[in-house]
């Protein structure tokens, strides 16, 4: 086998079609969003809350007939195959710390940014660790974790009206085979694409990005995203 045909073999999409999908903070719009899409693509989802009845609302809000409930955090991170991470940022820290065992061996797919807001609009906030995703792998060191999701509009993911989101998720991570699960999962949405963006520690940049993205959204009234090119 010739290295280009290695190369093009290595970067086929992943059949993930029958992995579960748990978010964690799915409750808000992001959360919602997600679940709300890969349900429709076909995945089992489960939404996740510090309160049951919470999370079962969320579910129940997303529409009859879709594979969608809602569970307590601990139950959605012990039972999902693929558990998406999807709280404030003021959240994160306490929302994995006490999952650590639920999510060990578990691939953790971390979209949070960790931005503050003031009268000039949205900035990036500095993390100890880096990023959220790298804040996320210290923490969970028997996880998988892969950082993406991060501009995604859940106003898009929420519209019944939009049926593709004309976007590219950047995925970062250290561990191949996870980042080519992500990225297949990214591609699950129609008209989304899952792109590989580096490894873990590059995450700063991608979650600090979503600062200029608030302030293209604001100055346009847009809900813009990201296509890279010549890929």
Same mark, same amino acid.
């Given at each position: 086998m010739s290295e280009e045909t290695s190369e093009i073999m290595s970067d086929e999409l992943r059949d993930v079609g029958a992995l579960s999908i748990g978010i964690l903070g799915g409750t808000g719009n992001q959360g919602k969003g997600l679940a709300r899409r890969f349900a429709l693509a076909g995945h089992s989802v489960l939404i996740g809350s510090r309160s049951a009845s919470r999370a079962q609302e969320a579910a129940g809000s997303l529409g009859a007939g879709l594979p969608l409930r809602g569970a307590e955090?601990?139950?959605?991170? @012990? !039972?999902?195959?693929?558990?998406?991470v999807a709280v404030r940022w003021d959240g994160h820290r306490s929302l994995l710390e006490p999952l650590r065992s639920e999510l060990d061996g578990k691939m953790v797919i971390d979209c949070v940014n960790p931005l503050g807001f003031d009268k000039q609009g949205a900035f990036a906030l500095e993390v100890e660790e880096g990023s959220a995703a790298q804040q996320a792998a210290a923490l969970l060191t028997g996880s998988r974790v892969v950082a993406a999701f991060h501009h995604v509009s859940a106003v898009l993911?929420? #519209? +019944? !009206?939009? *049926? !593709?989101? #004309?976007l590219d998720v950047l995925v970062l991570g250290d561990?191949? !085979?996870? *980042? #080519?699960?992500?990225?297949?999962?990214? @591609? /699950?949405? +129609?008209?989304?694409?899952?792109?590989?963006?580096?490894?873990? /520690?590059?995450?700063h940049q991608i979650e600090a990005f *979503?600062?200029?993205?608030?302030?293209?959204?604001?100055?346009y009234k847009a809900h813009a995203g990201l296509r890279i090119t010549d890929v």
């Amino acid at each position: 086998m010739s290295e280009e045909t290695s190369e093009i073999m290595s970067d086929e999409l992943r059949d993930v079609g029958a992995l579960s999908i748990g978010i964690l903070g799915g409750t808000g719009n992001q959360g919602k969003g997600l679940a709300r899409r890969f349900a429709l693509a076909g995945h089992s989802v489960l939404i996740g809350s510090r309160s049951a009845s919470r999370a079962q609302e969320a579910a129940g809000s997303l529409g009859a007939g879709l594979p969608l409930r809602g569970a307590e955090n601990a139950v959605v991170a @012990s !039972e999902a195959d693929a558990v998406i991470v999807a709280v404030r940022w003021d959240g994160h820290r306490s929302l994995l710390e006490p999952l650590r065992s639920e999510l060990d061996g578990k691939m953790v797919i971390d979209c949070v940014n960790p931005l503050g807001f003031d009268k000039q609009g949205a900035f990036a906030l500095e993390v100890e660790e880096g990023s959220a995703a790298q804040q996320a792998a210290a923490l969970l060191t028997g996880s998988r974790v892969v950082a993406a999701f991060h501009h995604v509009s859940a106003v898009l993911l929420l #519209d +019944p !009206e939009v *049926t !593709e989101v #004309d976007l590219d998720v950047l995925v970062l991570g250290d561990d191949r !085979e996870a *980042t #080519d699960t992500v990225q297949a999962l990214a @591609s /699950r949405i +129609p008209g989304v694409r899952g792109i590989y963006g580096g490894r873990l /520690r590059n995450a700063h940049q991608i979650e600090a990005f *979503t600062a200029n993205l608030i302030s293209i959204n604001r100055r346009y009234k847009a809900h813009a995203g990201l296509r890279i090119t010549d890929v």
